[in-house]
């Protein structure tokens, strides 16, 4: 049986490789062709798919331990000393002595109960659909250990929004909307682009939190307190976009 599954998914993977190479585009500057973001789309999935089995014993099997730290989302982040967990089609350069597991937290947190000390995401959970965040969520707090905490930094829209309606075009002045957006025309850029930006990232936003919503659902989910959270330079990435853009909440089971 492993050896069918092997032999299916190369053939899958072979397949997959012959129609991207032959997806046309309309120009070197086109953008992508529907073909190309479908051939694109399927063959992600099929890696998170044939990656999953591996993945998810890898979790299963971390030792139980209260100084175990999970990083979920870890993408570039990749912190010394803790579990760095998160789906790529590129392995990220690591040492030796980093662990990274290439896992799809869409398919959950395989971990025993109460088996960890502290969980952190930044930046990650509006990559998901609310269901999926919200059962992973579910998950990390199974996972916690008593007393265990969970952290998490998600980009925030108020101040977006408010600098938005205002015409405040200082709030965005760190972005350069031509990197941005490499197609835009000039002469059109408006600050609708940079709220594009910022909520949907080409797409790759499924949903959005603000402290209020992420607090309500932490504690039905049953943490024993959850409140807002300053920056903390411990954990919490130093870039200092990611801090003006950002908002924290913590939680401890």
């Not at 730290?69 to 760095?84: C, E, T, V, Y």
Request: hydrophobic residues 35%.
């Amino acid at each position: 049986m492993r050896q069918l599954y092997t032999k299916i998914g190369t053939s899958v993977q072979t397949s997959l490789k012959r129609i991207a190479k032959g997806a046309i585009r309309g120009g070197q500057n086109a953008p992508p062709s529907p073909m190309e973001y479908a051939v694109r789309n399927l063959w992600r999935e099929t890696q998170a798919t044939l990656l999953s089995k591996n993945s998810s014993a890898r979790l299963r099997n971390l030792p139980v331990s209260e100084d175990l730290k999970l990083h979920l989302g870890s993408g570039g982040d990749i912190k010394p000393g803790w579990i760095n967990v998160d789906f790529t089609t590129k392995l990220p350069a690591v040492d030796s002595s980093i662990t990274f597991i290439n896992h799809d937290l869409r398919r959950g947190l395989p971990l025993e109960e109460n088996s960890c000390g502290y969980i952190y995401s930044s930046h990650f959970f509006e990559h998901l659909d609310y269901d999926h965040g919200f059962l992973l969520m579910r998950d990390c707090h199974k996972a916690l250990r008593p007393g265990g905490i969970f952290r998490v930094a998600l980009p925030t829209f108020e101040n977006m929004f408010r600098a938005y309606v205002s015409g405040d075009e200082e709030f965005f002045d760190p972005f350069n909307i031509f990197e941005l957006f490499p197609r835009l025309e000039p002469g059109t850029q408006s600050l609708i682009d940079h709220v594009n930006y910022g909520v949907y990232q080409y797409g790759e936003h499924k949903c959005l939190y603000d402290e209020a919503k992420v607090v309500s659902l932490l504690r039905m989910i049953g943490y024993s307190s959850v409140a807002s959270s300053e920056y903390k330079e411990s954990v919490d990435p130093p870039d200092p976009i990611r801090r003006r853009y950002s908002f924290y909440v913590e939680a401890v089971k």
